[in-house]
């Protein structure tokens, strides 16, 4: 992870509203549940891919170049599009991955990765 998930103090102040995580241009971007797509297209002049998903929670993906349009429905694990370079100042080529349960509610999208499971093997 190159930066942290850290919500803003007021709705329209200063934050980082999803989490960046490392990957090599052209990686694969994958949908994390099941949904609709609800955007594919420039915001800001960068590619974003948009699902809304049944529990009302809301991913978005950027900068990925789509390889879905709005209306479509993906399955878990899908993918949605490419990784593009350009997101950080600092030139690291990184996702940003966010979600939100309303308009101005950012919520950190690592809570909805299944924590792994942990098993202890014995020593004998």
């Known amino acids: 992870m190159v930066e942290d998930f850290d919500p803003p103090a007021v709705v329209w102040g200063r934050g980082h509203r999803g989490v960046d995580l490392a990957a090599a241009e052209g990686t694969q971007i994958r949908s994390a549940a099941a949904g609709t797509v609800a955007f594919a297209g420039m915001v800001a002049g960068r590619p974003v891919v948009s699902v809304?998903?049944?529990?009302?929670?809301?991913?978005?993906?950027?900068?990925?170049?789509?390889?879905?349009?709005?209306?479509?429905t993906v399955g878990a694990g899908q993918v949605i599009g490419t990784l593009l370079p350009g997101h950080r100042s600092d030139g690291v080529c990184a996702l940003h991955w966010g979600a939100r349960t309303g308009p101005k509610t950012y919520i950190n999208p690592l809570r909805l990765l299944q924590?792994?499971?942990?098993?202890?093997?014995?020593l004998h």
């Open 52 to 72: 809304d998903h049944a529990d009302g929670i809301r991913t978005t993906y950027e900068p990925v170049e789509p390889t879905v349009s709005a209306g479509d």
């Open 115 to 122: 924590p792994a499971v942990i098993r202890l093997k014995p």
